[in-house]
């Protein structure tokens, strides 16, 4: 009799709709707050999994010519260091010179919007003294930010040592990551139990991967021939340093929605830092908005496909979730995160509803 009344009293729990999608917002929130705390663990593991996933293809193809795995590993991720620490160090200069500038473009713009301001509500007294005094001791100010800058810069270096061991730990996890993964497959299909979910498996896994590198190298690949394009235009209207601002252009597109706007607010400050009317300042943000666009509406979509487009909703909602776990990290890593999960949900009968959730 007891036994039968702790059955139905299982049953009763297992099956209570309520209880249950209380238990899995909690477990949601829980996991949440998990990802919060430790980003410092998860960040990097997340970013190393992507770039793995980029510089993967390049590792089978030297696997092809009889390269050993390690050695093309290697080969793969010092060549990758190599070139990022060549273009990072190349911006470095550009954008110390480019700081000291900073104060004279924002009293440019204090100066265009204070007489735009006149224009619409009639010049006043008030407005003349303060159109004066945003004019006022400009050089001053640039000296300051001159002898302040370097200090500043070293004492964040000195400061963040866990950036520099989050880079080193995302480089060993990359490493790992092209030289391990085969394995790490193959271990899983030996723990199906049954044959066909062996094949299942390794097919789900190389299209998965396929789709994700693809995808990924894709959006890269598009974002650096915007920047290229915005550092040709800003050149041939005479901006300083127009290979800064297009690799700046080429990283903050990563972030849809968000990575546009802070664009347009940085190269509003570059165009007034040049330009002295209010016009020809505008002409430079104005450039990559018409640049933007021509991405955003005919190149993305041509060459990736309608296959992965993304839901606008779901791409805002990401893009604030991740932003708020970690920061501007978590916003250039909201959009390939958000195709990782619609590729693999594709593939899972059980997450049907997700992966049309996702989809555009």
Not at 272 to 300: D, M
Request: aromatic share 6%.
């Amino acid at each position: 009799m007891s036994a039968g009344i702790q059955t139905d009293d299982v049953g009763a729990v297992a099956e209570h709709p309520t209880r249950n999608r209380l238990l899995a917002g909690i477990l949601i929130l829980l996991a949440l707050y998990a990802c919060a705390v430790a980003s410092v663990l998860i960040v990097p593991f997340l970013l190393a999994l992507l770039l793995s996933l980029m510089l993967a293809p390049l590792v089978r193809l030297l696997c092809r010519w009889h390269l050993p795995r390690v050695l093309a590993t290697l080969l793969v991720l010092v060549g990758a260091i190599v070139l990022s620490g060549a273009l990072l160090t190349s911006l470095v200069a550009p954008a110390r010179a480019w700081m000291v500038q900073v104060p004279k473009s924002i009293d440019r713009i204090e100066l265009a919007l204070s007489d735009l301001h006149r224009s619409l509500l009639a010049a006043t007294h008030a407005t003349e003294q303060i159109a004066k005094l945003t004019s006022v001791d400009g050089e001053n100010k640039v000296q300051r930010v001159v002898d302040a800058g370097p200090s500043r810069i070293a004492q964040m270096l000195s400061a963040t040592p866990a950036a520099l061991a989050s880079i080193v730990a995302t480089l060993l996890l990359i490493f790992i990551f092209l030289l391990h993964g085969d394995a790490l497959l193959r271990k899983f299909v030996e723990l199906a139990p049954e044959l066909y979910m062996k094949k299942d498996i390794v097919i789900a896994t190389r299209s998965a991967q396929h789709d994700l590198s693809t995808y990924i190298v894709t959006i890269a690949a598009i974002n650096s021939v915007l920047g290229l394009l915005t550092a040709l235009v800003l050149w041939w209207l005479g901006v300083d340093a127009p290979l800064l601002w297009g690799g700046i252009v080429a990283a903050l597109n990563f972030a849809p929605f968000v990575g546009p706007m802070l664009a347009v607010a940085i190269l509003v400050v570059v165009g007034f830092s040049r330009f002295e009317t209010p016009l020809a300042a505008l002409s430079v943000p104005g450039v990559f908005l018409v640049l933007h666009l021509l991405e955003g509406q005919l190149v993305t979509p041509l060459i990736v496909g309608r296959q992965l487009a993304l839901d606008p909703v779901m791409v805002f909602l990401s893009l604030m979730l991740f932003g708020w776990l970690w920061g501007v990290v978590g916003l250039l890593l909201a959009m390939p995160l958000l195709t990782c999960v619609r590729i693999i949900a594709e593939r899972i009968p059980a997450w049907n509803a997700l992966a049309k959730m996702l989809a555009a």
